[in-house]
């Protein structure tokens, strides 16, 4: 099968080379060598023609030019819409490194502190209490924490909020007490409570959601706007959104579904798009394309396409591990349907920056150490390692997350794009 789009410029001779570094992406189409991305073809073709993953959209890229990008299967099993490098899809948990860069331009600019207690920014953050259990007729047992939240405990996620996906104790809070989840994006999804005193441990959860809300309070505007001023229109990132435009929902690919038996299906599933708080945690839908700008602004410093979007500075502290002796732990699934066990790197030890998890060593695809990566609930990922150079983006529409099918294609991809280089 050809994919619908599969374009590469490789580094030695390449058209498109140098186009990164300042105007729009521009890809060549030079003939696949030797040392081409074939294979990567190859297994995303067979991937879809199986029905094995409904659609995937890959790039990869340098600092000099695009290494690959390929389209393969369809927006939704069943109908005719091919994948395409423009094709949109929601990019869920990929939004926090971007809600994180808007509240580090706020750092920069004097108006936000990642030592400042955050109550004194969003004051309803001061109501979160510790839950320490529930009593024998179910009643949530909570006590105040022992410290202030500050942005860096929430940039960092050791605040001590969680996510239902991963932590039962969350679901049965947001059961007896009526908390809806996150994904309602309605204000009320914030009063779930710190599941430990802030700085003591490392859970994820929906600290970014407050985050975005420091970024709101101080900047006046909603975060679309925010992001749209300060982020997207300089990276040209025309393709991202919270809320889905006309143009782009023409180009929307559909969230599926993999039963106990593997067979996936299209299901109904689109975050508000009138949602009482815009979710700086995960709200984000967006492109291949558009994301991959924003991984090369953070490679290369902070500036792309002649825009200065962060201090050099700023990167390289957002790149540190920020968590000292705690780990990245294994993710325990608490709800089989949206999200498998996740354990990242077994085997390794794995820290966290401002908004970035970061490997501690070499990763078997070529991944250097220190290199910065996450992901979206829908198995969308990417990486950023500025030590090569290089850094990729892999969207696909399949829940739950951490889907073995995609971590392996995804595995395959990163493996070749090293090798290509």
């Given at each position: ?6 374009r ?8 498109g ?9 521009v890809?060549?189409r030079?003939a696949l060598?030797?040392?081409g ?9 067979r991937?879809?023609?199986t029905?094995?993953?409904?659609g995937?959209?890959v ?14 299967g369809?927006?939704?099993?069943g109908?005719?819409?091919?994948m ?8 869920a ?8 860069t ?14 400042q ?8 953050i ?21 410290r ?5 405990h929430?940039?960092?996620h ?5 996510y ?18 996150i994904i ?11 599941m ?6 490392w859970e994820y ?7 975005g ?6 900047s ?5 706007q925010?992001?749209?001023e300060?982020?997207?229109d ?5 393709d991202?959104s ?6 782009q ?13 593997g067979?996936l ?20 839908y ?12 953070i ?5 792309f396409?002649?825009?200065?979007v962060?201090?050099p ?26 999200s ?15 908004s ?19 992901a ?7 990486w950023?390692?500025p030590?090569k150079r ?5 969207l ?26």
């Amino acid at each position: 099968m050809t994919p619908t789009l599969s374009r590469r410029a490789f580094l030695k001779g390449a058209a498109g080379a140098g186009a990164l570094a300042s105007g729009p992406l521009v890809l060549s189409r030079p003939a696949l060598g030797k040392n081409g991305l074939r294979s990567v073809d190859d297994a995303l073709s067979r991937a879809v023609e199986t029905k094995a993953m409904p659609g995937v959209v890959v790039v990869a890229a340098t600092d000099k030019a695009i290494v690959y990008e390929g389209a393969f299967g369809k927006r939704e099993l069943g109908k005719e819409a091919p994948m395409t490098a423009d094709t949109v899809v929601w990019i869920a948990s990929m939004t926090k490194a971007i809600t994180a860069t808007a509240a580090m331009q706020l750092v920069e600019r004097g108006k936000l502190s990642l030592e400042q207690p955050a109550s004194e920014v969003v004051p309803e953050i001061a109501a979160a209490k510790v839950l320490e259990g529930f009593d024998a007729a179910g009643k949530p047992r909570l006590r105040a924490p022992k410290r202030p939240i500050t942005l860096e405990h929430l940039l960092t996620h050791t605040a001590g909020f969680g996510y239902d996906l991963w932590d039962a104790a969350i679901g049965e809070y947001e059961k007896v007490t009526g908390t809806p989840g996150i994904i309602s994006c309605k204000n009320a999804a914030l009063t779930t409570p710190l599941m430990f005193d802030p700085g003591d441990r490392w859970e994820y959860g929906i600290s970014i959601d407050w985050a975005g809300k420091m970024v709101e309070a101080v900047s006046g505007t909603r975060l679309e706007q925010y992001f749209r001023e300060n982020i997207f229109d300089p990276l040209g990132m025309g393709d991202t959104s919270f809320q889905i435009s006309p143009s782009q929902r023409t180009r929307l690919a559909s969230v599926h579904q993999r039963d106990e038996k593997g067979a996936l299906a299209p299901i109904q599933f689109e975050i508000p798009q009138e949602p009482e708080f815009l979710m700086g945690g995960g709200g984000l839908y967006g492109t291949a394309r558009d994301y991959l700008a924003f991984t090369q602004m953070i490679m290369q410093g902070g500036r792309f396409r002649g825009a200065q979007v962060l201090r050099p500075e700023t990167v390289a502290l957002m790149s540190q591990n920020h968590i000292g002796a705690l780990e990245v732990p294994v993710f325990r699934t608490a709800a089989p349907t949206l999200s498998n066990d996740v354990e990242l790197f077994p085997g390794m030890s794995k820290k966290w920056g401002l908004s970035f998890l970061i490997n501690s060593q070499q990763t078997s695809s070529g991944r250097s150490a220190g290199s910065l990566a996450w992901a979206g609930l829908a198995n969308t990922y990417f990486w950023i390692d500025p030590t090569k150079r290089v850094s990729g983006v892999f969207l696909s529409q399949v829940l739950p997350f951490y889907d073995a099918t995609a971590i392996e294609l995804l595995g395959k991809f990163e493996t070749e794009v090293y090798r290509a280089l």
